[in-house]
């Protein structure tokens, strides 16, 4: 007999009908209910995501594979990780509270958060708290204390959209003036800009189509873009229509010219001549070019006279005589290190050829970003091909496949925020941080001063500003300003582990939603039909803000009386409507959700698609947006404006700090780019990450001459370091990338060794410890995530482990 | 009358250890918990646990608990729930201890795998669901603790009830459920609590539970060996 039972069987009746017994069922109650489970979910589930429409196959109640859906030229291999962020280990599975703020109060101990200490809460003692948070806000603070800017790619999907949920909430529920944001980390600088040049945003327009540019461009230039890498993602549901188009103008054999520090998967995929420039000298280089235009006489004059305002401005600037350097080739060369032989020889082959010049926003994501794409405007110009087939510029080739065909589909409507009360104010998105710092205090942007709000509660929905904002310390600093952080979510990000209330939201596969597919083909109408029902405790997005709406007593008001199927519903059937004006028939709803999703066709015209191609063939009367009705070289607007970081033509300005700038406090570039394996910080938690994982670190490009110097090699760990802060990473070397350039992709999850320390050391890879956090001009107040010099060196030493991913050990 | 009939007569014991070890891995430590521990019936139930060489630490832990001033214990509960959120609750990253089988069945951690699936089938043979209020997998070790219970459970009554043959499948039930649901993975677990458990409180649990579990199994084959 073992001791165990030598014991009990000694006492065998010291727990039946003794007095602790009751206990136990207090302590220790069922868990069972006695009878059967429902009976499992089984089949396919057709719904859609950023990376693309796909089949989920459920087995038991379980998601357990995901196919790209037929249609699908060119589905992205981070559909995996879609799936897998499902059931990752890095789900917030309950309602959490910050230890100290739940004891406390709010404001306690602030800088405390980010060191990991939460207690669950119920979900009514959560909602009960985030309301009361609301409503103290407005009460005792009053209108636009409440920040609701809540930027970031939240999930697809036109009802559970929890930007405009969350702002609804606030114009509907609470009815407070509100603060939200204005522009996006993607383009500040040139949707801003663009408008005062050309008359529109340019960066999220349709492009001259693709069947075009494979017709008619002779000389493909991709500038600071890698499409072959980002347009596996799209702000709605990926079509993927543009690498067929790609692969379609590779087989012409046509030229193709990638501008870029390092070599894109654009350049391998198309099989490119890459043209190495430094980073942030791009308006250099362009200079260089347009000066070797004018001087050889090349470039299109009457294009100039007739299309565009101000050029006679510029020139002084781009010969010299105002400022004494002529933009030559060879001024251009000493700053952009492509040798002036090689920007004179594109020069004439760009104006000698259909050349269409795409490029990227990487350019524009810099100190003075404002003036690659003003200076890239301005030589497509000189170029004189504007409005042709197949020439002139394009900003969105690589953003959500632009350039595919536009089908005549019905524009999807969606939620929407209810209406903002007036005294709602935005600020442009990059300055949050500063608005943190600088309450009450005045700032420019885009010909206006305006006036921080003094800031008290943050509520962010679907959003990770913890990866994409700049300078991660200075941000954690300004956070503690804030007296409440609210979060909702379905991942523990950073943002998550820096709040003080967090609240788990379901996935896009959890609930039930419509989406459009291509922002720009709109190629389809998408049933995104619940794959599984919420893991955990999560609820869907419009469940939790209907709760809160009924705590803050305008329930109504924010439903409008409908749940989320009737949303669902109403949006299609507006969809619907919209299609029969265009004499186009969409099947009745119920069908629609049957079949999962509704194709558009594409006519002729939307085929032969050329962009600028009506203000080409008559200028008076299809005039630009602009004051002047021409694409402005020169700006009075901005001339009017007079700030000293963003003049009235696009001019070269040493930004920040640069490779080689003067006073360059340090050796390298570090180049932000996307990742290739997530989106931005999405799915970085997934098993995606095997795939590119060095030393289960986020990969940092060197070039050898780099890394010999330092003594590196692939696989060795690396610490990087400026006077902003400093992160390990894993060594790749390479070839790829120019040398003084090194390469870490934004969206790594930032994981402090020192949970909410400033300074700490990131143990995985998060770029924006590096990053300055200042606007580009006060012109748009973009963000400046690619201005970045550091320094790096083979990391020694006990080396910190990556605690950000949940995974257990000795698995 | 062999060892089996031992096993019979303390069936009942070893399901309560199973159920009352389960309600530390689903819940927090609650005020409530706490006040219940310390009254006599709770010092009672303590105090036979505490028998089991295998429990005693963690008996001893929570007697300490009780022990506290009361107006200490909202701070404590406070220090345990988080202990909790960040050992399984996620919030500690990988420095945590998911409490899913799982979570140990591929390297990354990933939830709602094959062992969810055979943990649904299971209950569904077993004709019971968990409750609505337990928003959590059937791969979540407080489940498969229960599921134990209610095949020892199940055999005591079989053998009650004189249904011997019954009783037998019910007992090489939990041989299997115990090697192929919990001593695959819970000795890695118990290890991950121990690792990063800051509280004190989780690492003896782990230590009890990982014991018993050894113990009980041992126990099990070697009745099952004479039977």
């Known amino acids: ?811 | 009358m062999g060892k089996h009939d031992t096993i019979i007569l303390s069936n009942n014991d070893r399901s309560l250890v199973y159920r009352w070890l389960a309600s530390f891995f689903t819940s927090e430590v609650k005020i409530e918990t706490l006040e219940s521990y310390s009254s006599p019936e709770g010092r009672a139930l303590l105090d036979v646990f505490s028998l089991a060489p295998a429990l005693a630490p963690f008996t001893g832990e929570l007697t300490k608990l009780t022990e506290l001033p009361r107006e200490s214990y909202q701070a404590k509960v406070l220090d345990l729930a988080t202990a909790y959120s960040r050992l399984f609750l996620g919030v500690g990253g990988q420095h945590s201890a998911p409490p899913y089988e799982s979570a140990f069945y591929n390297e990354k951690g990933t939830l709602f795998q094959k062992p969810t699936a055979d943990m649904n089938k299971i209950l569904q043979d077993l004709g019971i669901s968990i409750e609505n209020s337990l928003k959590e997998p059937a791969d979540h070790l407080g489940v498969q603790l229960n599921v134990l219970a209610e095949y020892i459970d199940r055999e005591a009554l079989a053998e009650a009830n004189g249904n011997h043959e019954t009783a037998y499948t019910l007992h090489q039930s939990q041989i299997w459920f115990l090697s192929n649901h919990l001593l695959n993975w819970v000795p890695s677990f118990c290890e991950s609590c121990k690792r990063f458990d800051k509280s004190g409180f989780y690492k003896e649990l782990a230590d009890g539970l990982n014991t018993w579990l050894a113990m009980d199994s041992a126990h099990l084959n070697e009745a099952e060996a004479t039977t």
């Open chain 1, 1 to 811: 007999m073992s001791k165990i039972i030598a014991n009990y069987t000694s006492r065998r009746s010291f727990l039946k009908g003794a007095s602790a017994l009751g206990a136990l069922g207090v302590l220790a109650p069922s868990i069972f209910s006695p009878r059967f489970a429902q009976a499992a979910v089984n089949g396919e589930v057709l719904s859609g995501c950023h990376w693309g429409a796909f089949r989920a196959v459920v087995k038991d109640g379980r998601w357990t594979e995901v196919k790209p859906w037929e249609q699908d030229p060119h589905p992205s291999h981070q559909l995996a990780g879609v799936m897998d962020s499902v059931y990752s280990p890095s789900r917030i599975k309950y309602p959490m509270v910050r230890r100290a703020y739940l004891e406390k109060g709010r404001g306690a101990d602030v800088e405390d958060r980010g060191s990991n200490d939460f207690v669950r809460v119920s979900w009514d003692k959560a909602l009960d708290l985030v309301a009361q948070e609301l409503k103290y806000a407005k009460a005792t603070h009053g209108p636009r204390s409440i920040f609701t800017g809540t930027y970031g790619w939240k999930s697809a999907g036109k009802i559970h959209n929890s930007r405009s949920l969350l702002r609804r909430l606030i114009n509907r529920g609470l009815q407070m003036p509100n603060v939200t944001h204005t522009g996006d980390y993607s383009t500040g600088a040139s949707q801003v800009i663009m408008p005062h040049v050309m008359g529109t945003l340019e960066v999220y327009e349709q492009q001259t189509v693709w069947p075009v540019v494979v017709d008619n461009t002779e000389v493909l230039v991709v500038w600071g873009a890698d499409p072959i890498k980002t347009n596996q993602i799209d702000w709605l549901i990926a079509d993927h229509d543009s690498y067929t188009y790609l692969e379609e103008f590779k087989k012409t054999g046509k030229k193709v010219i990638c501008i870029d520090p390092l070599k894109s998967k654009t350049a391998e995929f198309m099989d490119a001549e890459w043209v190495q420039v430094k980073p942030q000298t791009d308006v250099a280089l362009m200079l260089g070019m347009a000066h070797t235009l004018f001087v050889e006489e090349l470039y299109d004059a009457d294009f100039m006279d007739e299309y565009t305002a101000g050029f006679e401005k510029f020139l002084p600037y781009l010969t010299g005589e105002t400022d004494q350097t002529p933009k030559s080739a060879e001024w251009a060369s000493e700053i952009c290190g492509v040798p002036a032989d090689k920007i004179k020889e594109l020069a004439r082959l760009f104006m000698g050829n259909r050349t269409m010049l795409t490029s990227g926003w990487s350019l524009q994501r810099q100190h003075h970003g404002e003036q690659p794409h003003w200076m890239l405007v301005t030589l497509a110009s000189m170029l004189g091909q504007i409005g042709l087939p197949g020439g002139g510029f394009g900003l969105s080739y690589h953003y959500s496949n632009g350039g595919t065909p536009t089908s005549d589909g019905p524009a999807l409507s969606g939620m929407n925020d209810g209406g903002a009360m007036e005294g709602s104010v935005s600020i442009p998105v990059a300055r949050v941080v500063e608005m943190l710092e600088r309450p009450g205090e005045e700032y420019d942007f885009n010909g206006t001063r305006y006036t921080f709000p003094d800031i008290k509660i943050a509520y962010w929905a679907g959003g990770n500003p913890f990866h994409h904002h700049q300078d991660r310390n200075r941000m954690i600093k300004a956070w503690q300003k804030l007296e409440t952080v609210i979060v909702q979510d379905y991942q523990w990000t950073a943002t998550a582990r820096f709040a003080d209330i967090v609240l788990p939201a379901a996935s896009a596969y959890e609930r039930n939603d419509i989406e459009a597919m291509g922002s720009y083909s709109n190629k389809a109408t998408v049933a995104m039909k619940k794959i599984v029902d919420p893991v955990f405790e999560a609820r869907s997005e419009y469940d939790i803000f209907v709760d809160l709406a009924d705590r803050l007593g305008n329930k109504e008001a924010y439903t409008d009386g409908r749940d989320e199927m009737d949303w669902v519903r109403h949006y299609y059937e507006q969809a619907q409507k919209q299609a029969a004006s265009k004499n186009l028939e969409m099947p009745a709803f119920e069908k629609f959700w049957e079949d999962g999703i509704v194709v558009h066709p594409v006519s002729q015209a939307a085929k032969e698609y050329v962009r600028y191609a009506d203000y080409r063939e008559d200028p008076l009367l299809e005039p630009l947006g602009t004051p002047t009705g021409k694409i402005e070289i020169y700006s009075k607007n901005i001339e009017k404006m007079g700030y000293d970081d963003c003049p009235p033509h696009p001019m070269w300005m040493e930004p920040l700090e640069r490779l080689d700038g003067p006073d360059a406090k340090f050796p390298v570039h570090v180049n932000t780019g996307h990742p290739n394996d997530r989106l931005h910080s999405q799915l970085c938690g997934t098993v995606l990450r095997e795939g590119y994982a060095v030393a289960d670190r986020e990969p940092c490009m060197i070039n050898p001459k780099d890394a010999e110097a330092r003594g590196i090699k692939s696989g060795d760990v690396i610490r990087i370091f400026n006077d902003r802060g400093q992160t390990l990473a894993g060594a790749i070397v390479s070839e790829d990338i120019m040398p003084s350039v090194i390469r870490l992709y934004e969206g790594a999850w930032y994981d402090p060794v020192e949970g909410g320390k400033v300074g700490s050391l990131c143990a995985y890879g998060d770029v924006n410890t590096l990053t300055p956090d200042l606007g580009t001009s006060k012109l748009a107040q973009g963000n400046c995530g690619h201005t970045v010099i550091a320094d790096f060196e083979k990391f020694e030493g006990e080396l910190p482990e990556v605690k950000v991913f949940t995974a257990p050990k000795n698995g």
